[in-house]
């Protein structure tokens, strides 16, 4: 069974920078696409990065692009998210999940995919 624990959330101020950790386990994690959704207060979950298996290919909603960066170490079975120039906006809950395809396409996370509890993240102004 897929097991994923997300690590490295807190409390930061506007410009700061966090490194989220995902570690996974009870499957081939060098086999499976990775991603990391969040979700803000009153709203839904969205996708803000995802990588595939080699780590070769990796994409990035347009919120993020430049200052989130996404990667994995498939030695360690862990999947990262560093976070730069944070705002508030980015507050919400971070979510890793994996999925058996590198696949742009949410729905298909959010039936398919396992996910792990979250980490918050928290952005004052």
């Known amino acids: 069974q897929q097991h994923l624990v997300e690590s490295g959330g807190g409390l930061v101020q506007a410009g700061d920078s966090l490194n989220l950790s995902c570690a996974a386990s009870?499957?081939?994690?060098?086999?499976?696409?990775m991603a990391w959704f969040r979700q803000p207060p009153g709203k839904e979950r969205e996708l803000v990065a995802a990588i595939d298996w080699s780590g070769d290919a990796a994409y990035y909603a347009d919120s993020v692009k430049g200052r989130f960066t996404i990667s994995r170490d498939n030695a360690k079975d862990t999947v990262y998210l560093e976070m730069n120039s944070l705002k508030p906006d980015d507050t919400a809950v971070y979510y890793c999940?994996?999925?058996?395809?590198?696949?742009?396409?949410?729905?298909?996370?959010?039936?398919?995919?396992?996910w792990g509890r979250g980490t918050q993240v928290t952005v004052s102004s």
């Open positions: 999940a994996a999925y058996s395809d590198y696949s742009l396409e949410v729905a298909v996370w959010f039936r398919s995919g396992s």
């Open positions: 009870g499957y081939i994690f060098s086999t499976y696409a």
